[in-house]
């Protein structure tokens, strides 16, 4: 029976061999994952757990999710992601998504960075001020 | 209504500002008091996580991917999935003048019902002790108002002396002793006029007692009217573990502030072995490597870091102090164990208290042999050292030849003069809780036995020559008693008078 720390230690490694110039590559991903499935080993599948966390964990520092109160137009969206590459880096993608319970503005999460423009955060805000 | 909109334009002013970076991260786990929270990548050690319900969490562990968080408050209102901020700010407590009188918990919030406290200045609950520049050494003492400590153990202002002893021996009479002995004497000095009389403001830090416990301290300080300069940091066994495990921190935080502006507090850590408990806690639950009976790695540092914090700064940078009276319970006496040897190691002194000598009805239970003072010597008042001086080795021989007494065997008459005088001086030292006795009542008293005045006087009547002698001194002699306290030493002058008073009232005596 392996350990947690022996599954931790031996996703990371998968991982790290996904990592092709500090990016992820979907095909080495996917590749690690039938290979375990194939492999039929013990452990296997708290192994695909722990690298589908680190997976997730990756997506989450490379994609923007970008949130805002109403649907915006394709050229604001294309200067939205040049800002965003500009600080991230070029190997970042966004998701755009209407959120009407933002009120107005827009919410900007890439990892655990938070950009938040919105009217519910600021009126959040004036609340907590009170 | 001019002004609320004022105060309403600014608060939208403040909010308005640029929309800033902020850090965030996702609960993945909680219970026991902490949290796993998934992200909050930028986090420091030691920051404060803003929770969300109001309720702020304190980051200890930094992993790969997430954080642990302790949870200052009550955490059932949190779930997982719940997002946690970090606020870029290390966890920070009120200080000053305006908690004096208070009862307040780990985050120097009010608990005792009377109203918000007035301070404006906070300090962070962690903060690096004072370094050797800073530092000067121990002179001046604290009258704990307990003969054998005054005589014996001398305390100093700056100085860390442990109370160590089994359940129910007497540890936290001894310091609420020392708080109503503080509170008497700034009281006398401010009734004065005494502008050279450095007052001595106590903190007392109640750690995983039981409320009951604690109610009962608050009650004895409010009767002995202590609370005015005394500041009660309650942390019960039903608080949280990380409040508990962080009340001394905030406790050292309230004392630097009296010792950076110049002034004298003494802290009183009530008890460490709780503190050790809970802090293991906290370490189990994070997943933290555990060593010897389970406790962390870092449990010596842990105490050592709090108790560094207590010091005697120079004159050159205030020249305030923050003594520190940290109590450890024993069991059985065992004074080996693991924390125990820990703090005697990090202290300048312990105060050993016995369960046998309790019982005796030896009271203060304290062991004069296993008990020290490292450094408070120094600070000991000189008339005192005069007339204490030969004491602690009296009492040593005394044990020993107390030892021989018992199989009845015919003893020389020097043997037995020895003997005689120890007996007497253990009665001496027998003191009824929470009435503090004035220095310079004990050095009359001392000096009284010391200069044999007691010899003839029978065991069983000691006491009672002691309570007399102390109501004629008191009474009559009082200029006697104020040349003492004022000279501070005890002149060939001074010394005749004493006895000349103690021959005077021996007349009298029957």
């Known amino acids: 029976m392996k350990t947690t720390r022996q599954i931790k230690r031996e996703a990371k490694r998968l991982f790290r061999w996904c990592l092709v110039n ?87 999460k890439v990892g655990s960075d938070v950009y938040d423009g919105s009217v519910r955060a600021r009126l959040a805000a004036l609340e907590k001020g009170f | 209504m001019a002004d609320l909109l004022h105060e309403i334009e600014a608060q939208i002013a403040g909010v308005k500002a640029t929309t800033a970076k902020q850090n965030v991260g996702v609960i993945r786990e909680i219970g026991d008091g902490v949290a796993r929270i998934e992200g909050l990548a930028d986090a420091m050690l030691n920051e404060m996580i803003d929770l ?37 700010k290390l966890l920070q407590v009120p200080v000053g003048k305006g908690l004096l009188g208070r009862v307040v918990n780990t985050l120097g919030e009010p608990v005792d019902g009377k109203g918000p406290i007035k301070s404006d200045v906070a300090y962070p609950v962690e903060k690096v002790a004072p370094g050797i520049i800073r530092r000067s050494p121990v002179r001046q003492p604290v009258q704990t108002g307990i003969m054998a400590i005054d005589a014996m153990i001398p305390i100093g202002r700056g100085q860390r002396e442990l109370i160590i002893g089994d359940r129910s021996t007497g540890k936290t009479t001894l310091c609420i002793d020392t708080i109503i002995s503080q509170a008497g004497l700034n009281k006398a000095a401010e009734a004065a006029g005494d502008k050279d009389y450095r007052p001595l403001y106590c903190i007392y830090v109640a750690i995983g007692q039981k409320q009951s416990s604690i109610a009962q301290t608050i009650t004895v300080l409010e009767k ?12 019960s066994a039903s608080d949280s573990v990380a409040n508990q495990y962080l009340a001394p921190f905030a406790g050292a935080a309230m004392g630097e502030w009296f010792m950076d502006h110049g002034m004298d507090a003494l802290i009183i850590y009530d008890d460490l072995s709780k503190h050790a408990v809970a802090y293991r806690q906290i370490s189990l639950v994070l997943k933290r490597p555990s060593g010897r009976e389970a406790y962390p790695g ?4 842990l105490h050592s870091r709090l108790l560094e914090r207590a010091a005697r700064v120079g004159e050159k940078y205030g020249n305030g102090s923050l003594t520190a009276l940290p109590i450890i319970e024993t069991k059985a006496g065992d004074v080996s164990a693991y924390i125990p040897t820990n703090v005697i190691s990090i202290t300048d002194g312990q105060i050993y208290l016995e369960t046998d000598l309790f019982y005796q009805g030896i009271r203060p239970a304290i062991s004069v042999g296993l008990s020290v003072s490292r450094v408070g010597s120094a600070a000991q008042l000189k008339a005192m050292k005069q007339v204490a001086g030969q004491l602690k080795g009296d009492l040593a021989q005394f044990r020993e030849l107390a030892a021989f007494a018992q199989f009845g065997s015919e003893l020389d008459p020097k043997t037995q003069a020895l003997i005689d005088r120890g007996k007497r001086i253990m009665e001496i030292f027998k003191q009824p809780q929470y009435s503090p006795v004035p220095v310079e009542v004990q050095v009359a008293v001392i000096g009284a036995v010391q200069g044999g005045y007691l010899d003839d006087v029978p065991v069983d009547r000691v006491k009672d020559f002691q309570v007399r002698l102390t109501e004629f001194l008191t009474t009559r002699k009082t200029e006697l008693l104020g040349k003492i306290a004022r000279e501070k030493t005890l002149s060939e002058a001074l010394t005749a008078e004493l006895k000349a008073a103690v021959n005077q009232f021996k007349q009298t005596w029957k």
Do not use: W
């Open chain 1, 22 to 108: 500090g990016l992820l590559d979907a095909g080495r991903a996917r590749q690690v994952v039938q290979r375990i499935i194939d492999g039929k080993r013990r452990g296997g599948l708290a192994l695909l757990s722990q690298f589908q966390r680190l997976v997730k964990l990756d997506c989450a520092r490379h994609t923007a999710e970008v949130e805002s109160a109403m649907p915006l137009p394709p050229d604001f969206r294309a200067s939205i992601q040049a800002g965003l590459a500009r600080v991230y880096g070029p190997g970042i993608s966004a998701s755009f998504a209407h959120n009407p319970g933002l009120i107005g503005g827009m919410r900007i």
């Open chain 2, 52 to 88: 969300g319900h109001g309720i702020t969490g304190l980051a200890l562990n930094l992993d790969e991917t997430e954080v642990g968080v302790i949870i200052l408050g009550d955490y059932t209102q949190l779930h997982e999935g719940d997002e946690a901020r970090a606020t870029g």
């Open chain 2, 224 to 235: 002995a009217d202590a609370m005015p300069y005394t500041i009660v940091l309650d942390s």
């Open chain 2, 298 to 301: 870092d449990v010596f540092y």
